[in-house]
């Protein structure tokens, strides 16, 4: 008992039974073996109506996980109810409030297969003033309020590396995890000054720190004076590491890469189209998908253990800043009640459609 922690009257039966042998017939003899398990088949608990809505609620919330679906769950029953994009019996709300992560992530294990794009990199080396900025690495990255943020460069050349092609700049902040994007004509520096600039206008928080990579687009005086100017803090990665630059690198396949693709994009009309996208897309992100953070990792001989956060969006967790003003708290609250996370998902599929169009048209010339 002490060595398997069964139970006494357990410990006896499997001991009285093991290895007994019981004649069925004169040619069949069955032997008791305490290593073989008999397989339950439990009632079965969630309903297809169940199911469906779930699977409803998770396409809407762009198929994430169940981990971080589990806990939105209340919260977008009542949206969208509220909206009426769905339409649920009390007993099929209380299974979906009761049903766990795990279960969430089984049931959903044969859908996930069917959502079923890898890119190059085209950062050049900076100048030599990149000298004059710090180098930052993941591992220094412990502020614990809003208004640090990384910044990169997405490339749409779909494999053809030359000439000019659309860029996107991601920007996401480290602390909260709210991300914006600006699609700009190249990688010239006065766009991408420029497209930051007004991506700032659009944070509900302040300004207070940049973190980039080392290409040419970023460490240029042009940035470097308008940081100084500004009091913000301009730092840097090392180069060929991309781990320092964790936080944007996943935004930029899990936000760019996932709605806009690989394809080859260069003209206007397809830039004017995606930051119509991204203008969709960064209240559907930043308001309804949750992110898990994390906290604390252990290892333990060659087993690395993690340990996260509860999932927040990343509008609730700069609500919770103490650092943010209440009158831009006040702002995002209003534009909350109003959105509809169902009816941002159908302007960004009815804009992926579009982009698609243009790109098999260049393809086809």
């Not at 089984?106 to 000298?131: A, C, M, W």
């Not at 100084?228 to 590491?241: A, G, K, L």
């Not at 709605?259 to 189209?273: F, N, P, S, V």
């Amino acid at each position: 008992m002490e060595l398997t922690s069964y139970d006494r009257c357990y410990a006896s039966y499997l001991l009285k039974n093991h290895g007994k042998k019981v004649w069925i017939n004169n040619k069949v003899i069955v032997i008791g073996d305490i290593c073989k398990r008999h397989k339950r088949h439990r009632q079965r608990t969630y309903s297809d109506d169940v199911l469906k809505t779930l699977k409803q609620i998770w396409v809407i919330m762009d198929c994430i996980c169940g981990k971080r679906l589990q806990p939105m769950l209340k919260e977008m029953l009542a949206i969208l109810q509220r909206h009426k994009e769905i339409s649920v019996t009390r007993d099929i709300k209380k299974k979906l409030l009761r049903i766990s992560s795990a279960t969430i992530d089984r049931v959903l294990r044969q859908e996930r297969k069917k959502y079923e794009l890898k890119g190059r990199s085209l950062t050049k080396p900076g100048t030599l003033l990149k000298h004059q900025i710090p180098i930052r690495t993941f591992s220094e990255w412990n502020e614990q309020r809003a208004g640090f943020v990384e910044i990169d460069l997405v490339g749409h050349e779909g494999g053809n590396p030359r000439g000019d092609f659309i860029q996107t700049l991601n920007v996401t902040d480290v602390y909260t995890g709210w991300t914006e994007m600006q699609a700009v004509k190249n990688k010239a520096q006065i766009w991408v000054f420029d497209a930051l600039k007004d991506i700032r206008g659009k944070l509900p928080f302040d300004l207070l720190g940049i973190d980039s990579d080392n290409g040419g687009e970023f460490i240029n005086d042009h940035l470097v004076r308008f940081c100084h100017e500004e009091q913000i803090t301009f730092t840097r990665s090392r180069s060929y590491r991309k781990n320092d630059n964790c936080f944007i690198e996943q935004k930029n396949y899990t936000i760019v890469r996932r709605y806009i693709g690989y394809a080859r994009y260069d003209t206007e009309i397809a830039q004017k189209l995606m930051n119509e996208l991204y203008g969709h897309l960064r209240l559907y992100v930043n308001f309804f998908q949750p992110v898990m953070k994390l906290i604390q990792k252990t290892r333990i001989g060659s087993r690395v253990r993690k340990k996260y956060d509860e999932p927040q969006t990343p509008y609730q967790r700069v609500l919770a800043s103490p650092f943010v003003p209440e009158n831009k708290k006040e702002i995002l609250r209003q534009q909350y009640a109003q959105l509809n996370p169902a009816d941002l998902r159908r302007q960004i599929a009815k804009l992926q459609d579009k982009l698609l169009k243009i790109a098999d048209r260049t393809n086809i010339t």
